[in-house]
Nanobody, 126 residues
Framework: QVQLVESGGGLVQDGGSLRLSCAASGRTFSTYVMGWFRQAPGKEREFVAAIRWSGGNTYYADSVKGRFTISRDNAKNTSYLQMNSLKPEDTAVYYC???????????????????WGQGTQVTVSS
């Protein structure tokens, strides 16, 4: 079993920055994929970014490319989502998710992930 715990959400002004963390425990992650998704009120959960634990390949949604950076710390089993130039439309609950194997074309699909955190609220005020 894998447990994922997010932290780092909060309230920030338009143009500000936040860094989210996702600490994983329970299993080894040498072949893991970790993703970040978000869900705004009344909208479906959408892909934000993903990273492969081995090799560190990263993937981003077009809406966050150039503003958000996903990274990982292998020793701490933790993934980070650095969010810069935040916009009001980035307001959502952010979830981290984990899986053992996903081919690149399916990384954006929430159904491909096996484990989910509880979510952390990010609010960007205009």
């Amino acid at each position: 079993q894998v447990q994922l715990v997010e932290s780092g959400g909060g309230l920030v002004q338009d143009g500000g920055s936040l860094r989210l963390s996702c600490a994983a425990s329970g299993r080894t992650f040498s072949t893991y994929v970790m993703g970040w998704f978000r869900q705004a009120p009344g909208k479906e959960r959408e892909f934000v970014a993903a990273i492969r634990w081995s090799g560190g390949n990263t993937y981003y949604a077009d809406s966050v490319k150039g503003r958000f950076t996903i990274s990982r710390d292998n020793a701490k089993n933790t993934s980070y989502l650095q969010m810069n130039s935040l916009k009001p439309e980035d307001t959502a609950v952010y979830y981290c998710a984990g899986a053992y194997s996903i081919y690149s074309g399916a990384l954006y699909l929430a159904t491909m992930y096996d484990y989910w955190g509880q979510g952390t609220q990010v609010t960007v005020s205009s």
